[in-house]
């Protein structure tokens, strides 16, 4: 017999299986042998926390194996795919599941060369432009926190994207938790195997390879052309991500239709963890060891303009994200134990098209540019600002330790961020303060600037009427159709079955 029943049980029981499997058959009652977790998540609304869990009991009835993903060799079908992010490489990956084999093109180093590069960057300030916190193996994602919720349920198979990470050595709770994540220190290995997993079945992938432009035989894109000159012939998945802009520059110089796309930029805020588990778990000192560090999710609207709360990163660091010098960007990581002193977020406000100047599709990028290029620092030190002292916009003490190893430089960043941002975060800030009863405002956090690449802000046009004819499939989040790690995955997903429909027919 197989039963699903809901739990709500402590913590502590929680972590045990032999109390869920009592709790479970005890609620059910039948006498089960074993069970899997289909849902966690925690329930603290009350002191009284729980663990809400739905639990699939087995009686008398063998639990199911873990069932993989099986990939086919290539048999002479072969795909482009351009950048290893998540999009091209779920792309990659369900090319193989129907026997094609893609070539995978990228301009960045492998995952471990980049861990490398990245600890330049952080701890001496030194940026290469191809090999960084966005560029390389694994794309944006290989060192972000690997947070896996999404609310893009609607356009794929999310559950398949989960089980394909647990395949390639992801833990199997991500399967289950409502607010699953991986961690920057778990995501390399993983996004090794993938690799393994394409090059054993016939695929190809190509580290610093720059692709410089398409080629195109009258509407149809037939292949791609290299730094180097070299052209390589097969249809092309355009994977390439927000921060590749030279990518936008070559589209649009042939012809390609692109449109600007509204965003959200605004700041980096830190706490220490202690003070955010103790506002969500509602008790002073230490967190119970049965309960993860906890996050926060905060979204208003002031005058009528959506303010948020975005990739929050408990326990972890915030880190340089830029791909150009002149240029500063910070966004947020954390390993996946999420033991770090600190907590990170980002707090952002909506950028529409029509708050910017001019309608071209670089108008929203100019935007954001002009951002990044005020709050550069040499070496990469961010300007911040103590969270009560920006609210109050009375700059009255220095800045505060912080993970953000480049450094950070007392500015009030009433002076470095647009009016329109500054005050609708101000504004947002404060109505986050009242939802918490106000103990997120202190000043013992610092906001860190400028977070400005949370989307894309132009879109790839792919639908009716295009420009773009056939052959070209633009996917993830430079396409404009995707924001994160899983719906980047899915969009991937989704283009590798178009090329195949329209390339391979339904055969394979
Ligand atoms: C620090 C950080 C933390 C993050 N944390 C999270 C998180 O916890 N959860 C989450 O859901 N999202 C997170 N994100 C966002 C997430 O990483 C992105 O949404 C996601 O990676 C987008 O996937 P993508 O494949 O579309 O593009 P990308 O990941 O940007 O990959 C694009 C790839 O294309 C390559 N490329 C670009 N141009 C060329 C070219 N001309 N030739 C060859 N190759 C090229 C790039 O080098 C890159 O590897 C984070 C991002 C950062 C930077």
Redesign the pocket.
């Known amino acids: 017999m197989i039963r699903d029943v809901d739990i709500s049980i402590s913590p502590e029981a929680a972590a045990c299986d032999g109390s869920i499997l009592k709790a479970a058959s005890r609620k059910a009652g039948i006498q089960a042998e074993s069970f899997t977790i289909l849902r966690r998540s925690i329930d603290a609304r009350r002191h009284d926390i729980k663990m809400q869990m739905r639990i699939r009991l087995y009686a008398g009835e063998k639990k199911p194996r873990f069932q993989p993903v099986a990939f086919q060799s290539s048999s002479g079908r072969k795909a482009i795919v351009?950048?290893?992010?998540?999009?091209?490489?779920?792309a990659a990956l369900t090319l193989l599941e129907h026997g094609i084999a893609p070539i995978v093109?990228?301009?960045?180093k492998d995952v471990h060369s980049r861990l490398r590069d990245t600890a330049l960057l952080s701890q001496k300030g030194v940026l290469d432009p191809?090999s960084n916190?966005?560029?390389?193996?694994?794309?944006?994602?290989?060192?972000?926190?690997?947070?896996?919720?999404?609310r893009s349920s609607k356009r794929g198979d999310v559950g398949k994207v989960l089980r394909l990470f647990v395949q390639f050595g992801a833990d199997e709770e991500i399967l289950y938790d409502s607010h699953p994540?991986i961690g920057?220190d778990a995501l390399p290995s993983i996004i090794e195997n993938m690799r393994s997993a394409i090059l054993s079945h016939g695929g190809e992938v190509r580290f610093s390879?720059?692709?410089?432009g398409l080629i195109r035989k009258g509407d149809e894109t037939i292949g791609?052309r290299?730094s180097t000159g070299e052209e390589i012939i097969a249809p092309v998945i355009l994977?390439?991500?927000?921060?590749?802009k030279?990518?936008y520059r070559?589209l649009d110089s042939s012809g390609y239709a692109l449109e600007p796309k509204g965003t959200a930029v605004g700041v980096r805020l830190e706490h220490k963890q202690a003070l955010i588990d103790s506002m969500q778990y509602h008790a002073e000192g230490k967190r119970s060891p049965y309960l993860p560090p906890a996050s926060y999710s905060f979204v208003t609207q002031v005058s009528g303009r959506g303010v948020y709360s975005f990739?929050m990163?408990p326990g972890g660091s915030v880190?340089p994200?830029a791909t150009e010098k002149g240029h500063l960007?910070v966004?947020?990581?954390?390993p996946r134990s999420r033991r770090g002193e600190f907590a990170n977020s980002g707090i952002v406000v909506e950028i529409r098209r029509e708050d910017v100047e001019g309608d071209d599709p670089f108008a929203v990028l100019r935007y954001i540019e002009e951002i990044e290029r005020k709050c550069w620092n040499p070496g990469f030190a961010a300007p911040a600002e103590r969270l009560m002292d920006f609210i109050d916009d009375s700059p009255r003490s220095g800045v505060l330790r912080t993970t953000y190893h480049p450094g950070v430089i007392p500015t009030r960043l009433d002076d470095v961020l647009p009016p329109l941002v500054a005050s609708s975060l101000r504004e947002g800030l404060k109505a986050f303060g009242r939802m918490s009863h106000s103990r997120f405002l202190t000043n013992d956090a610092l906001l860190i600037a400028p977070e400005t690449?949370t989307?894309s802000p132009i879109r790839i046009l792919r639908d009716d009427g295009m420009k773009q004819g056939r052959g070209l499939y633009p996917?993830?989040?430079?396409?404009g159709y995707?924001?994160?790690?899983?719906?980047?995955?899915i969009?991937?997903t989704e283009a590798a079955l178009r090329l195949k429909g329209d390339y391979y027919g339904q055969e394979g």
């Open positions: 351009v950048g290893a992010g998540p999009a091209g490489l779920f093109l990228e301009r960045g191809e916190y966005a560029f390389g193996e694994g794309g944006a994602g290989a060192f972000s926190d690997g947070k896996l919720y999404t994540h920057s390879t720059l692709v410089t791609v290299l994977a390439t991500g927000h921060s590749a030279d990518v070559f990739c990163c880190v994200a960007v966004n947020g990581m954390s690449r989307s996917a993830g989040e430079g396409a995707a924001g994160g790690i899983v719906s980047a995955a969009d991937g």
